[in-house]
């Protein structure tokens, strides 16, 4: 559905670039009602026939681009629709990859329970040890973290500045873990539909700052703000190694 989607704006551009140029300029093509609804049911369909399958992170995502999709096709930016239906497409097929183990945690550090502050523009999943823990636009969640875990994040954007904050703080009330462009890094994962794994981290460089300056700040919820952040492509993959260093004291 999504490849006919595409066809469908393909063949608007060309006959919009057929005009005369002694033609006024044709209104940027729109998606027809019918087309958006056909793509909405063809996605519920195949919600069901992976429900089992699909975490509920995964269906987060999915939800959030299928609102930026609709959205899009009711601006009429062709290119717009054209690029969230790829990034759709992507996401509906990591999400119906079989689940891979989940690695054992690690069993020699202590555990320390915390709690999750983070927000994206767009939309992001969070994973630690291979766990999905969270994901959503903000997100206020639980979780269980120690030295030598793994924190992996996919991010998307949708369009606009993009942006990433991420608050871990400790249940002692006097540690944290922040997002940092000098401690976490972005990673291309050898399989995206396991891109939650720590064995998937391949390709790592420095992440960079995130574009969206208006996010706001976490230092009243969490008691510390954070960098944004983001790595290189609108979807992309942010990893940090839970170390001493990684673990600031709050003053």
């Excluded at 944004?228 to 990893?239: H, K, N, P, Q, R």
Aim: aromatic share 4%; with cysteine.
């Amino acid at each position: 559905m999504i490849t006919r989607i595409i066809l469908l704006t393909s063949v608007l551009l060309c006959a919009a670039a057929a005009c005369g140029q002694d033609q006024p300029a044709p209104p940027q093509p729109q998606l027809s009602v019918q087309a958006v609804a056909a793509h909405d049911a063809a996605l519920e369909k195949a919600s069901d026939a992976y429900q089992v399958a699909v975490s509920d992170a995964d269906k987060t995502l999915i939800t959030d681009l299928r609102k930026a999709l609709r959205a899009a096709s009711a601006d009429g930016s062709a290119t717009e629709v054209v690029r969230i239906a790829t990034m759709l497409e992507e996401a509906q097929t990591a999400a119906q990859t079989p689940p891979a183990p989940t690695p054992a945690t690690n069993s020699h550090a202590p555990r320390m329970s915390a709690t999750i502050y983070a927000q994206c523009d767009d939309c992001f999943e969070m994973a630690i040890n291979g766990r999905k823990v969270a994901a959503g636009g903000f997100v206020l969640s639980d979780c269980t973290i120690g030295i030598g875990d793994t924190i992996c994040v996919r991010v998307v954007n949708a369009g606009g500045p993009r942006g990433f904050k991420c608050v871990i703080k400790l249940n002692d009330g006097k540690q944290v873990i922040a997002s940092d462009v000098d401690k976490w890094k972005c990673y291309v994962p050898k399989h995206v539909g396991q891109w939650y794994l720590p064995s998937e981290v391949h390709a790592v460089r420095n992440a960079q700052h995130g574009t969206n300056n208006n996010m706001g700040s976490m230092r009243v919820a969490a008691g510390v703000d954070a960098t944004c952040i983001w790595g290189y492509e609108e979807t992309s993959f942010l990893v940090l190694r839970v170390s001493k260093d990684a673990i600031n004291n709050l003053k």
